[in-house]
């Protein structure tokens, strides 16, 4: 099944650290380029567990005893290790949004250069899709969902003119949404604007933020004192939480400070923000929105 080349491969998988007889996981297996790089690092006694909700990643699974791929959201992060008899690793990596594979399949409804059902979903157990989001939400809801993961200032508008138009006709594809919005599309800027609602409509879909951050919250407690998580994220909703959970401990606010103003953080930051090259983007365009972070737990 073809995947295209993983994102910031060397800074990523170098970022782990990575001790030849450590445990190691990739919460985002897809085309298993980042857990390939893994494996060239571990001895005979490492291992590498994976996780993807994606059943299309089950074609990539990498033939060795080192390797294990768990077919289920990185949200159950903890629960699945310890089904596997793991309290702790050495080291987390995350290639956080969605593959190129899956934009690249037009059925999946991933991506605005194409005509295809509403679907979205990264699973297709889900049953939430996004002809259930644009057709079946109150309109509440999708001015919240456009607002908050769009990043949209015209959300209300939007989201009365789905339920307007669907209360005529339901809206069963990407053409017919894109037809309904066509006011909010104008040429100069529609491939953004499409861009930003498609995203909204596919976090909703994906609860990607609830699992983002259920997550994380994990991720600290797996890791083991020294562990790294290494973590891209595509934008800035992603990138926000990575950062301030990796500064404070927190999604919000700042942490308690004790009487001489000091506070205890779970993570020390190895590097700064990493982005890639123009050589990276010039080969791999995905790469473009690419933020990259690594922390080490204290």
Do not use: C, W
Request: no cysteine; aromatic share 10%.
């Amino acid at each position: 099944m073809e995947y295209h080349n993983p994102v910031l491969l060397k800074e990523t998988v170098g970022g782990l650290a990575i001790k030849p007889d450590g445990v190691y996981v990739d919460v985002t297996f897809g085309g298993g380029g980042h857990s390939r790089e893994i494996m060239k690092h571990l001895g005979t006694k490492g291992k590498l567990f994976a996780f993807d909700q994606d059943e299309d990643a089950q074609a990539n699974v990498i033939d060795d005893e080192r390797f294990v791929l768990i077919p289920e959201n990185f949200r159950f992060l903890k629960r699945y290790l310890r089904f596997h008899g793991v309290k702790a690793v050495d080291g987390i990596l995350g290639d956080l949004g969605v593959s190129s594979h899956q934009f690249d399949v037009a059925e999946r409804g991933f991506s605005t250069r194409f005509e295809a059902e509403l679907d979205m979903r990264m699973s297709k157990k889900n049953d939430v899709s996004a002809y259930s989001v644009i057709n079946e939400y109150e309109e509440a809801q999708l001015k919240k969902m456009f607002f908050d993961y769009g990043e949209l200032k015209n959300a209300g508008a939007i989201a009365n003119t789905i339920v307007t138009a669907r209360a005529e006709k339901e809206i069963r594809n990407s053409e017919e949404l894109k037809s309904v919005l066509s006011r909010f599309l104008p040429a100069h800027r529609s491939n953004k604007i499409l861009a930003q609602m498609y995203q909204a409509i596919r976090i909703e879909v994906n609860q990607e933020i609830d699992a983002l951050k259920e997550f994380l919250l994990q991720s600290l407690d797996v890791l083991k004192p020294g562990g790294r998580l290494s973590v891209i994220s595509y934008h800035s909703l992603e990138d926000r939480l990575v950062k301030r959970y990796m500064r404070n401990g927190m999604f919000e606010g700042e942490p308690e400070r004790d009487l001489y103003g000091n506070f205890e953080v779970p993570f020390k930051s190895i590097e700064k923000l990493i982005m890639p090259t123009d050589e990276e983007i010039a080969i791999n365009n995905r790469a473009r929105s690419a933020r990259l972070r690594v922390a080490e737990k204290k």
